[in-house]
């Protein structure tokens, strides 16, 4: 019997507050797994992080590519949704390089990823999706709350 293809699961939430109230991250790592075992995979590290979806460096995500690169096998790397990768265009583009380079594959259970260019201009068009829905959401909070 041939080992299971290892993977790695990668769950984010935008702030602090929200791994506090709610269930955010342990949904994201329910699916994730739901969607290993469809796949056969075998999680071996869950990592976690409560940062903007705008940044890049980030505590979990550092830690999640220094594990890739230490066992320098490669891992699947799971996110729940695009929008959890990432939430800003640029973020999203040098996250993607950033795994590919710690040899990972990124899959999910609500995108389906490739190499060739339909693929790619779906996933870009996602990730501006989630740039457009922070940002919307940043307009929201400051009308809503009033100006500074």
């Known amino acids: 019997m041939s080992e299971l293809k ?5 769950c984010r939430v935008s702030t602090s507050a929200q ?10 790592k329910t699916r994730c797994l739901e969607y290993a075992r469809a796949k056969g995979y075998r999680v071996v590290e869950t990592f976690l992080d409560d940062a903007s979806g705008g940044l890049i460096d980030r505590p979990g995500m550092k830690a999640m590519l ?10 699947v790397v799971l996110i729940d949704d695009i929008s959890r990768l990432a939430r800003g265009v640029k973020a999203h583009i040098e996250l993607r390089a950033a795994i590919s380079l710690a040899g990972g ?14 693929s ?7 990730a501006t ?3 457009h829905q922070r940002r919307k959401n940043a307009e929201q909070t400051k009308t809503v709350c009033g100006p500074e």
């Open 6 to 10: 290892k993977a790695v699961i990668y």
């Open 19 to 28: 791994t506090k109230r709610g269930d955010g991250l342990g949904s994201q």
């Open 66 to 75: 220094s594990f890739m690169k230490e066992s320098a096998t490669g891992h």
């Open 105 to 118: 594959v990124l899959e999910s259970p609500t995108v389906e990823f490739g190499d060739d260019a339909d």
């Open 120 to 126: 790619e201009l779906q996933e870009y068009i996602l």
């Open 129 to 131: 999706v989630a740039q």
